[in-house]
């Protein structure tokens, strides 16, 4: 028989993913805050469901991709969401990039009920989901990833076990320290480099190849250097994940200076009105603080 | 005629770019101030001059590649300089990496004697020296660039005329900030790893190609997931092109919160007896920071 998928949250990333899954035949059944959102797949033969439950009553694999621990936390266990339709066998893989230690509540809330939870945040933004290039870093069982592992085969190129529950999330957090400093360490450089009159976009050829070389100076750094500050990835979002970072290291008693720090200029960026432009905006605050009249 | 070289400072570096001249049959003088490390050249055919004027005397153009400012300063303009032997027409072409504002002032001196300088510090390390594969950031005046460009290849892979006098030294700290600060990215990314129970290679590999990629977390992350803490570049020597940056910086009033974080750490580093290791143990410090006690 074949595996009956459901997908709750249709945002850009999400509706994506279920619609490659579509494409690879899986009967989906679908649910989102917003209906009309799924009426492209509806249209392309996806089943409508009214409710989180709803979409476990007709699945066999529940995919969640939402925003925040708190979507996730009310799909699973609010008023009509996954627990309150339990099925001894049910799978639920979550995409969302949460706190690791609600995804580990969560996590043994389902097993209570013989469900089975995978947290499997991704990488690789709106791109990888289209093109199914997403980079899957996984937590929990591995016997109940290599169930799912054609399912999620779909929609990304590299799919990591990292261990138990929870793991997938403090790996993507891992990610999102990495790609805020090095973004910080490629805005400092820009903004020494400009005041002190180098080209810009010579600077950044010079430097991309060598030790001083990151995909944010590659990426960005140009973007940076044009004054393009459209979203790849949203300083609103990237606020979330690094709140995820320092809540899950205060939780671990970890300090975290630089994360601290990037975290706190991304705050005057969105106080400038940044919130919405891509990560790369972060330039305009280091650049306006660093000589500040 | 062949152009006649002249190579003064025989350190690590040095010492393979003169060797790599020579190879190349240029008529090579050789100074140093320890002569028992240019015995192995000299032994290949190179000349020994007993200070800089002689180098100046027997050279059309001088290539030097010392620590720091006052080194570069002191072959120059000290006793026995090269300005004391000064001959119009001659080239200097300085490898170190010294204050812009220092090279710019040694330029306009050496040029009130019909002397060119350029400056073209070079990254790329002890193995790039020796293969020939360094990456040359070139200040000063195309044309005379275009004149020793020949000998330049010969130790470079990549020669980059960044603009007028000082630029070339300029590019080489935005490098370092680069550097130094994507050096930061990783430490406190595979310290939240380690402390939260994550696989530190296996989360390496997970990230290394994404959007949180670069050189330092490709190159570095794996000897510090490992505690291998040779040198590829020395604590003692980031921190001198961290001084230079922060110098520079002040000299232009611009703020950088995240180089000087990272420089402070590395004094920490260095107070720790990690000096002479590479710049990889900054994860020793950013770890203990992390969680005294």
């Known amino acids: 028989m074949e595996t009956r998928v459901g997908f709750i949250g249709l945002g850009i990333m999400g509706f994506s993913m279920a619609s490659r ?28 469901a009214k409710n989180p439950a709803e979409v476990a009553e007709h699945s ?31 799978i639920v893989v979550d995409h969302s990039t949460i706190a690791p230690s609600a995804t580990k509540k969560l996590s043994a809330a389902l097993a209570g009920e013989e469900i089975s939870m995978l947290d499997a945040p991704v990488s690789g933004g709106d791109v990888g989901a289209k093109n199914g290039t997403l980079a899957i870093m ?13 399912i999620l085969k779909r929609l990304g190129t590299t799919i990591t076990h990292c261990g138990p529950s929870g793991t997938g999330q403090l790996t993507k957090l891992v990610n999102q320290i990495l790609v805020s400093v090095t973004n910080m ?20 050829g010079v430097t991309a190849g060598g030790a001083g070389g990151s995909w944010q ?37 970890i300090s975290l200076p630089a994360a601290s720090l990037v975290h706190q200029l991304f705050t005057a960026a969105q106080a400038a009105g940044h919130g ?9 605050v280091v650049e306006k603080l660093a000589s500040l009249h």
Do not use: H
């Open 21 to 48: 899954l579509l494409e690879a035949k899986y009967p989906l059944t679908v649910y989102n805050r917003t209906r009309s959102k799924a009426n492209p797949l509806i249209n392309r033969g996806a089943r409508w």
């Open 60 to 90: 066999d694999v529940i995919l969640i991709c939402v925003t925040d621990t708190p979507d996730v936390e009310a799909i699973v266990s609010g008023p009509d969401g996954i627990l309150s339709a339990a099925r001894p066998g049910l």
């Open 138 to 150: 996984v937590g929990g069982e591995k016997e109940i990833l290599d169930k799912v592992e054609p």
């Open 185 to 204: 360490a490629v805005c400092e450089a820009l903004t020494f480099a400009r005041k002190s009159g180098l080209d810009l976009e010579k600077t950044i």
């Open 217 to 253: 100076l590659a990426t960005l750094g140009p973007r940076m250097a044009a004054g393009d500050f459209r979203p790849g990835f949203m300083i609103n979002l990237q606020q979330k994940d690094l709140r995820l970072v320092l809540q899950s290291a205060e939780e671990c008693k």
């Open 276 to 284: 919405k432009d891509g990560t790369q905006a972060l330039f305009t």
